[in-house]
């Protein structure tokens, strides 16, 4: 079945880096443009950055832009997001999500990941 | 950026009883509208896309109308799976940005 896996959350000091990964299944991942969508702890969704299937292009909220990079490896079918000089307005679950449909069409988000806690604290 | 807003925050309901729940655009996205559902401890599920059509195993107490900028999810007669919180999400092709409504909470009245 199709499956995204999250994982490289923790803890983490203020200006640290962090590298999270979501592995795909089920799917041609090559085939489909990929999200990372935070949320802090009691909050809503915070949508974070996008990669083109292709990997073509990327874009980032601005809230992370220049902190963060989006990159994916289709041939092992993972994405990741590299976080660099966090802050403590990062502590969030990190979701990555996957378009409903493939190629350059722009759609909704299904399936999603079962996130992975990042915490950043002294 | 695409400002996205829902109302109300917070909606009480009774079992069996219908909610509406609301979605502005601070710009047209034409139908380019989603509705998730959220649970305690869970991912977001996707309930509704191009505005009016259900995903995928959706029940069809669930309904969306709408286009433009003004959204509604309707929840025809809650059950009690139906609790949760709701996010609406604009994916128009441009700007990039997905942004999201602040959600609305469906809550036992």
């Known amino acids: 079945q199709v499956q995204l896996v999250e994982s490289g959350g923790g803890v983490v000091q203020p200006g640290r880096s962090l590298r999270l990964s979501c592995a795909a299944s089920g799917f041609t991942f090559s085939s489909y443009g990929m999200h990372w969508v935070r949320q802090a702890p009691g909050k809503g969704l915070e949508w974070v950055a996008v990669?083109?299937?292709?990997?073509?292009?990327?874009y980032y909220a601005e809230s992370v832009k220049g902190r963060f990079t989006i990159s994916r490896d289709n041939s092992n079918n993972t994405l990741y997001l590299q976080m660099n000089s966090l802050r403590a307005e990062d502590t969030a679950v990190y979701y990555c999500?996957?378009?409903?449909?493939?190629?350059?069409?722009?759609?909704?988000?299904?399936?999603w990941g079962q996130g992975t806690l990042v915490t950043v604290s002294s | 950026e695409i400002v996205m807003t829902q109302s109300p925050a917070t909606l009480s309901v009774s079992p069996g009883e219908r909610a509406t729940l609301s979605c502005r655009a601070s710009q047209s996205v034409t139908t380019n509208l989603a509705w998730y559902q959220q649970k305690p401890g869970q991912a977001p599920r996707l309930l509704i896309y191009?505005?009016?059509t259900r995903a995928t195993g959706i029940p069809d107490r669930f309904s969306g109308s709408g286009s433009g900028t003004e959204f509604t999810l309707t929840i025809s007669s809650l059950q009690s799976e139906d609790f949760a919180v709701y996010y609406c999400?604009?994916?128009?092709?441009?700007?990039?940005?997905?942004?999201f409504g602040q959600g609305t909470k469906v809550e036992i009245k």
């Open positions: 990669m083109w299937f292709d990997g073509s292009n990327k």
């Open positions: 999400q604009q994916y128009n092709n441009w700007p990039p940005e997905r942004t």
């Open positions: 191009g505005a009016s």
């Open positions: 999500a996957r378009e409903t449909v493939a190629g350059y069409t722009s759609s909704p988000f299904d399936p």
